[in-house]
């Protein structure tokens, strides 16, 4: 219990730094300053691998799986890693939020620190339920599998059509209706009072629609990551871990978001190996490292890929 304890108190420590120290005045965030604390997060993440080692090196949290340290490690890594990969589509309908509600830049930081809370909150409960059914039905295993394949198949062959626009969301009708929404930006506030009408900025009904659109996006990642590990205490740690770099991650990319282009293959790559993991389990015993490193592998490659596509198309363009 010390160790959760703990690790809700880090986390806690960090936004509260991150919103009353680094970004206490909105402005706007640079490329240089997104390129670095994405850096920060993602080394952070790494060396976080080394405390979930001494951690299970000495049994200072329940080890349902009985794990070895070595191996708690890489799976944290690993689950990471794909929550990080899959945040990819998230970054881009984040841009198509903000877009459509038109949120200046200095204040979409704000947004999305809110944004952060709420998704801890809602992951954690996804994360719990997803264990329990895990521990308590065999054939969870089996349905998490066959819809990350389904997800994976529908991205393939869908490519991209499907086109979201968040004032034609649910969502967005749905708010409508509950409150009184202002198109008038009252600096960083949720809020507004107008002639005795108190009426929520589009900051925050953006703010609602990323939340909202962040639990439809863990449906797919919090199964992915159950497929590598069904430990707790990984799994929360490596979705917080890549969530809190969420925010640096979407000023390093959201302009960036088309040389990219290609990643979205190594993302059906890695959906479909997790729910193949998960249906062949009883059959194939892949080991850690050969989880790890297939999901390493693809993420480079749909880097590697999509940077030497988009110079071709450049020079093609040139001459």
Same mark, same amino acid.
């Given at each position: ?15 509260a ?10 402005h ?5 300053e997104?390129?670095?604390?994405t ?12 405390? !979930? ?59 999305l ?52 626009e968040?004032?034609?969301?649910f ?12 198109n ?13 009408i ?20 863990? !449906? ?60 062949l ?36 363009r040139?001459?």
């Open positions: 219990m010390m160790v959760w304890i703990s690790f809700f108190v880090i986390v806690f420590i960090i936004l730094l991150d919103l009353g120290v680094f970004n206490k005045t909105p706007i965030i640079s490329t240089k997104a390129t670095k604390w850096i920060i997060w993602v080394t952070l993440s790494f060396l976080f691998s080394g405390v !979930i080692y001494w951690i299970y090196a000495n049994d200072y949290i329940s080890n349902p799986d009985e794990l070895k340290p070595l191996a708690a490690s890489i799976k944290f890594i690993t689950g990471y890693l794909i929550e990080l990969s899959l945040s990819v589509d998230n970054i881009f309908v984040i841009a198509i939020i903000f877009s459509a509600f038109k949120i200046p830049q200095k204040y979409q930081h704000r947004v620190f809110w944004g952060i809370l709420g998704a801890i909150v809602f992951r954690g409960l996804m994360i719990f339920f997803g264990v329990l059914l895990i521990h308590k039905f065999f054939w969870a295993t089996y349905l998490f599998g066959f819809f990350l394949i389904f997800t994976a198949m529908k991205m393939l062959f869908t490519n991209g059509e499907e086109k979201f968040p004032k034609k969301s969502v967005y009708k749905s708010l409508k209706k509950l409150i009184p929404i202002s008038h930006i009252d600096k960083e506030h949720f809020f507004v009072k107008r002639r005795h108190t009426a929520a900025t589009p900051l925050f009904v953006a703010l609602v629609v990323i939340e909202v659109m962040d639990v439809v996006f863990a !449906i797919d990642s919090v199964p992915a990551i159950l497929a590598i590990t069904s430990d707790p205490f990984l799994v929360f740690s490596s979705n917080i871990f890549a969530i809190l770099g969420l925010r640096s991650m979407y000023f390093f990319l959201a302009n960036m978001l088309e040389k990219f282009s290609y990643l979205e293959y190594s993302l059906i790559a890695i959906l479909s190996f997790v729910g193949l993991k998960m249906l389990h009883e059959l194939i015993d892949i080991p850690e490292w050969g989880s790890l490193v297939f999901i390493a592998v693809a993420l480079l490659s749909g880097i590697i890929v999509s940077l030497r596509m988009n110079k071709g198309e450049d020079s093609e040139n001459i």
